[in-house]
C-alpha cells in the first residue's frame, strides 16, 4: 500500500495559561516518532488513560503536543522488520503507545515491531478495538482466575466497575464461559445494561463496600475481577471464599488498599495484579488467540457505539463527565 502524504491527527497542545487544547491537525509520516513499522490505522478505541492524556495529566504524558490514544488496529504500510509486510493487518495497543508515543487518535502511527501483535484470523480491526486495551485487560484477568483453578462450579465471581470497559467485557467473557458473574453497579443505574451482557446479579457500590474495619467478612465470592481499588478492592478481597483468587488492575476510586493479612494467611486468598501494559509478547498473543476463539463475546454490539473521528472531542467530554458506558470504537478512515 502506499502511505499517504498527510494524515489527519487529535493533537493536544498546551496553551500559556497551562490549558490544554484538543484540535485535529495534518500531520506527515515525518511527524511521527523512530520506529519499526507504520501502521494505517482503521480503528482505535476510548479509553480513561486517553482521556487523562487529552486533558494533560503528566502521569500518563510527559510532553505536549501530543496525540493520544492507546490502541490502533489497521493494516501495515510500512516495515523495516522482516516479521511485517505492507498489508499485513495488526492490533497495537499497550507499551508506550498513545502516552509519550503518538497514538492512535492519528491515522497512521510509526511503532517498534516489538509492540505489534499480528490480528488474528477470526478477529476484525473493529471488534479488535472493541476489546483494545480494556478487553485485553479483562481477558489477562479471565486468564489469571483461570489458571488458578477457579472454576464455574466454585461460585460467583464479583465483578467492580462492571458498566466500564474493562468491567463490561470482564462480565461478558466469565459469563460466556459459563460462570455466575455479580456485577457492581455504576453511579449511574445500569441494571438492566448489566444483565443483557451476562451478570446473573447486580448489586450497588454501598453493597460493595464495607467500612467497618473488620479484618473479614462472610465468605461470598469464589473469585474477583476487581477494576477500581480502594475499600471496594479491600471488601472483595475480605468477603472471597478460601483460596479464591482476585485480580486487580485499576484505581479509579483509590489506589489505597485499606487491608490487613488476615484474609491472605486465614483463607489463602490471592491478589494478583494484572499489568497489560507490559504484558511479554508470548503471552500477549496467546491471549489474543482466546479472544478471537473460545473467549469471543456473542453480543460485541450490546457493549459498542461506533463514532466517526469527527466525533471523538464529544466522546472525550461524555467520558469526563461520567456518562461514558461499555465500549467506544472511532473509526478513523473516512
Not at 498527510?6 to 520506529?35: C, H, M, Q, W, Y
Request: aromatic share 6%; hydrophobic share 40%; proline share 5%.
Amino acid at each position: 500500500m502506499t502511505l499517504a502524504d498527510k494524515f489527519n491527527a487529535l493533537v493536544i497542545t498546551e496553551t500559556g495559561d497551562k490549558e490544554f487544547v484538543r484540535s485535529v491537525e495534518t500531520r506527515t509520516i515525518d511527524d511521527l516518532p523512530e520506529g519499526d513499522v507504520v501502521v494505517q490505522v482503521l480503528f482505535s478505541s476510548l479509553n480513561y488513560k486517553d482521556v487523562l492524556s487529552a486533558t494533560g495529566n503528566r502521569g500518563v504524558t510527559r510532553n505536549y503536543p501530543h496525540t493520544p490514544g492507546i490502541d490502533a488496529a489497521g493494516i501495515v504500510a510500512e516495515s523495516t522488520d522482516e516479521a511485517f509486510t505492507p498489508g499485513d493487518n495488526v492490533i497495537v495497543t499497550s507499551y508506550d503507545l498513545g502516552m509519550n508515543t503518538s497514538g492512535g487518535f492519528g491515522q497512521y502511527i510509526r511503532v517498534p515491531s516489538g509492540w505489534v501483535v499480528p490480528q488474528p484470523e477470526d478477529l476484525t480491526a473493529a471488534e479488535a478495538m472493541i476489546y483494545g486495551t480494556a478487553g485485553f485487560t479483562a481477558a489477562m484477568s479471565v486468564w489469571e482466575l483461570v489458571e488458578s483453578g477457579i472454576t464455574p462450579e466454585a461460585g460467583a465471581i464479583l465483578v467492580s466497575g462492571a458498566t466500564g470497559g474493562v468491567g463490561s467485557i470482564a462480565v461478558s467473557i466469565l459469563s460466556k464461559l459459563g460462570y455466575s458473574v455479580t456485577a457492581v453497579n455504576g453511579v449511574m443505574d445500569e441494571t438492566d445494561y448489566l444483565k443483557r451482557i451476562g451478570a446473573q446479579e447486580v448489586i450497588s457500590i454501598e453493597d460493595a463496600t464495607d467500612t467497618s474495619g473488620r479484618p473479614l467478612l462472610k465468605a461470598q465470592w469464589a473469585g474477583a475481577i476487581d477494576t477500581v481499588g480502594g475499600d471496594i478492592l479491600a471488601t472483595t478481597i475480605k468477603s472471597t471464599g478460601p483460596w479464591g483468587t482476585v485480580t486487580c488492575c485499576g484505581n479509579v476510586a483509590s489506589p489505597d488498599l485499606p487491608l490487613n493479612v488476615y484474609p491472605f494467611i486465614l483463607r489463602g486468598v490471592q491478589l494478583i495484579g494484572i499489568d497489560s501494559q507490559n504484558c511479554p509478547m508470548p503471552k500477549r498473543t496467546k491471549i489474543w488467540e482466546k479472544i478471537a476463539s473460545d473467549w469471543k463475546i456473542d453480543w460485541l454490539e450490546k457493549i459498542t457505539t461506533e463514532a466517526p473521528f469527527a466525533e471523538l472531542n464529544g466522546k472525550i467530554d461524555l467520558m469526563l463527565q461520567g456518562q461514558h458506558v461499555g465500549r467506544t470504537i472511532i473509526k478513523m478512515t473516512g
